[in-house]
């Protein structure tokens, strides 16, 4: 299984700023993944980030709130843009791999947006 | 939109009893996978079934699949306080990995 990490573990966010999460993967791998967990809800992807074009966002997710970068197969950032309380929630950066694509989570960014 | 619906929400047993959580879903899928979130942590990926396959266990965890009822179950047998965490399913059809809401399950010392 991957080895994913995510910095920061957690921030306390004024309302109106931006946040960069950082996940760093011990192995190359195509595609990583970005989801939210709103506090007592279930994970939502926001985004499918490959290597050398744009990532794509699901239903309800924009570029300008949730910009991504993608500079090579180990590293991923998802910025949180001019932030509001409701961005308040856990941040998974995620990878699949293997022969049946098991799905193998970090630790989770917990965001509070004051 | 969330594909899995679990069942229940929350579960709470004593300590040595068995857990049982269900998940069905709605569309046709490649695999289904059960994952463990303790206190809103990182999620443990606890077992993967691939859609040809009907039953499977890993320790003392047993996961059956029905793709003709669309539906999975996770059974726990002889639970631990450690147990207590929150239960996901996920069904993974062309690309995507799309989660269930979840069970809370609470063991009992």
């Known amino acids: 299984s991957a080895v994913i990490s995510q910095k920061p573990s957690r921030d306390i966010c004024q309302r109106g700023t931006s946040l960069t999460i950082q996940c760093q993967v011990d192995s190359q791998v195509t595609m990583m993944f970005w989801y939210r967990q709103q506090p007592g809800q279930s994970l939502t992807l926001i985004a499918t980030a490959n290597q050398g074009s744009e990532a794509t966002y699901e239903s309800g997710f924009v570029i300008d709130k949730f910009p991504i970068s993608r500079p090579n197969l180990t590293f991923s950032t998802l910025t949180v843009s001019n932030m509001s309380p409701e961005d308040s929630s856990i941040y998974l950066c995620?990878?699949?791999?293997?022969?049946?694509?098991?799905?193998?989570f970090g630790p989770g960014t917990r965001l509070t947006v004051l | 939109s969330q594909q899995g619906e679990e069942d229940p929400q929350a579960l709470s047993i004593q300590e040595g009893e068995n857990a049982t959580m269900n998940c069905s879903y709605k569309?046709?899928?490649?695999?289904l996978q059960w994952y463990r979130q303790n206190s809103g942590r990182g999620l443990v990926h606890l077992i993967l079934i691939r859609s040809n396959e009907r039953e499977k266990h890993s320790g003392r965890l047993r996961v059956t699949l029905d793709t003709s009822k669309k539906s999975s179950s996770l059974l726990i047998t002889a639970s631990r306080a450690a147990d207590t965490a929150s239960y996901f399913c996920a069904t993974r059809g062309a690309q995507k990995l799309v989660f269930g809401q979840g069970t809370r399950l609470t063991i009992n010392p």
């Open positions: 569309t046709s899928i490649n695999n």
């Open positions: 995620s990878v699949a791999g293997g022969d049946y694509n098991e799905q193998f």
